[in-house]
């Protein structure tokens, strides 16, 4: 019997990451004003994974920062799925569900830069 590998519903590459975010509540105006700090396990220009010491609760929308070099990208984001990783920190998806598109473009830019260097 022949084991099925399964798809990757991505419909974008991701780059895989090390990137540091912070997020905050959406409401929040003050920029100086974070919940938390998580590192980047992968993104694209529909979302990314995190990793973090803390869970960010499932379905709550936060507002995501993310360095990519000399950029910083911000998006409002919607966590879709949470894991607990073997080392005790937690793995959470977040699809994008603002974002300018100027920050989209540096997203897809980096990403193709990356794919060339690897």
Do not use: C, W
Request: proline share 4%; aromatic share 6%; net charge negative.
């Amino acid at each position: 019997m022949q084991d099925k590998i399964p798809q990757d519903r991505r419909v974008a590459p991701r780059s895989a990451a090390g990137f540091l975010i912070s997020y905050t509540d959406v409401a929040e105006t003050d920029p100086n004003r974070i919940l938390g700090i998580a590192v980047s396990i992968d993104l694209n220009e529909f979302g990314l994974k995190l990793q973090s010491t803390e869970p960010i609760p499932l379905g709550e929308k936060y507002r995501f920062s993310v360095a990519l070099g000399d950029d910083l990208v911000d998006a409002v984001g919607k966590v879709v799925h949470v894991e607990r990783a073997l080392n005790g920190t937690f793995e959470m998806g977040v699809e994008f569900i603002e974002i300018y598109a100027r920050h989209i473009e540096t997203i897809k830019k980096h990403v193709a830069d990356r794919s060339e260097i690897g």
